[in-house]
């Protein structure tokens, strides 16, 4: 069977009701991206904006009339032209499998491992796997931000801690802390289909009883050896008074999701009271850790540290 693909570049203001005229045209299938190589790396909380230029596309079956979606999508939108309008064949297939060669078997640090569900694990037997498949939450351990803190957790995962994971998205540095050998995890989302990815993947890794899935609003009054924030940097700015507070005296904070641009404003934000300081870079990323200071001289040495 072969597809027929539209492709249109549109506005931002106009996508919503493109997508509507497409889908009531027998669009069986519409995404957008950014089509202006302008990304949006920290939009506001709750806040889901589009690319000032936008690509929309759209799949329609075999049989679609090619003309007449594309007339009446011209006189539906006059700012349109008959060139930006681009059709293209696409051979069926198995669409859910599409994406598997951008997924493979991942190690981060000495013993864990990062495997999808259509691949063998390692035979080490001192290997940790977490099996997970990339699914509608973030966290495949493709990202830098999450490669960072899986290898910060590898390292750094002695056993019987009590974690936050703050940001789940699938779960992956939850169920990775647990298998390490942290004893409880308390994964915070504020995204519905989040917790439930992060329930599916615990249940999957066999480590759902010592997982906790809640709300930043519903924690329990528990001080945590290790806060984990995999976010974006205004929220790790709004947060910083709250994951402070979480922490034990000694715990360990580990921040991803910030631009190394960012790192100045984090490390402010967090002193005098947890010493941050970078602990890896890929990419434009950058991941910071640090200690809860915990007595006057280490106060001292915050403040000098960060000043």
Not at 76 to 92: G, Q
Not at 238 to 262: R, V
Not at 269 to 287: F, Q, T
Request: proline share 6%.
């Amino acid at each position: 069977m072969v597809w027929q693909q539209l492709s249109i570049p549109i506005g931002q203001t106009e996508v919503d009701l493109l997508s509507e005229q497409l889908s009531e045209l027998g669009a069986h299938a519409i995404s957008i991206e950014d089509n202006g190589d302008q990304p949006i790396f920290e939009p506001p909380i709750d806040s889901h904006p589009l690319w000032p230029e936008v690509k929309l596309t759209a799949l329609f079956p075999p049989d679609t009339q090619l003309d007449s979606i594309t007339q009446l999508t011209l006189a539906k939108f006059p700012s349109l032209h008959a060139t930006d309008l681009s059709w293209t064949a696409i051979e069926d297939q198995a669409w859910h499998l599409s994406g598997r060669e951008q997924f493979s078997t991942t190690r981060c640090g000495e013993r864990t491992w990062i495997c999808p569900s259509w691949e063998t694990p390692p035979e080490d037997p001192d290997a940790v796997i977490v099996h997970l498949d990339p699914g509608v939450a973030f966290g495949t351990g493709a990202h830098a931000t999450t490669k960072m803190c899986l290898t910060w957790l590898d390292e750094n995962i002695q056993g019987n801690e009590l974690l936050l994971d703050l940001g789940c998205g699938s779960g992956i540095l939850s169920i990775a802390a647990l298998k390490l050998g942290a004893k409880q995890v308390y994964a915070v989302d504020i995204d519905q289909q989040a917790q439930q990815a992060t329930q599916a993947n615990a249940q999957r890794n066999r480590v759902r009883d010592r997982l906790v899935i809640t709300t930043i609003e519903d924690l329990p009054h528990h001080y945590f050896d290790i806060v984990a924030a995999n976010i974006l940097a205004n929220t790790l700015i709004e947060l910083a008074p709250t994951l402070q507070t979480l922490l034990k005296p000694g715990g360990q904070l580990l921040l991803s999701g910030i631009l190394q641009s960012q790192q100045e404003e984090i490390l402010d934000c967090y002193a005098p009271k947890v010493l941050l300081s970078p602990y890896a870079a890929r990419e434009e990323w950058i991941c910071l850790s640090g200690n809860i200071c915990t007595s006057s001289v280490a106060t001292r040495t915050c403040r000098k540290k960060t000043s």
